[in-house]
């Protein structure tokens, strides 16, 4: 399992947003269609917002990529 941090450059990180700079998602289409369909969890639990603000200390987990949210 590959471990990707995203540091924060403002408060906050959409969760779409996330996905595209830790490289799992090549668009925004194809985050959209990974939250929609259940793919994504945040902290554990499944998330299907893919403007979700996500802050410093949020785990995202997508196809075997966990995703640490750090500032």
């Known amino acids: 399992m590959d471990t990707v941090e995203i540091k924060l450059r403002e408060?906050?990180?959409?969760?779409?947003?996330?996905l595209k700079a830790a490289g799992i998602a090549e668009s925004g289409v194809d985050a959209?269609?990974?939250i929609q369909?259940?793919?994504v969890l945040v902290n554990g639990e499944p998330e299907f917002q893919r403007g979700k603000k996500l802050h410093?200390?949020?785990?995202?987990?997508?196809h075997d990529v966990t995703v640490r949210i750090v500032k």
């Open 37 to 39: 369909d259940g793919e």
């Open 11 to 18: 408060e906050y990180i959409k969760l779409g947003q996330a």
């Open 32 to 34: 959209k269609y990974m």
């Open 56 to 62: 410093d200390g949020d785990v995202v987990l997508c």
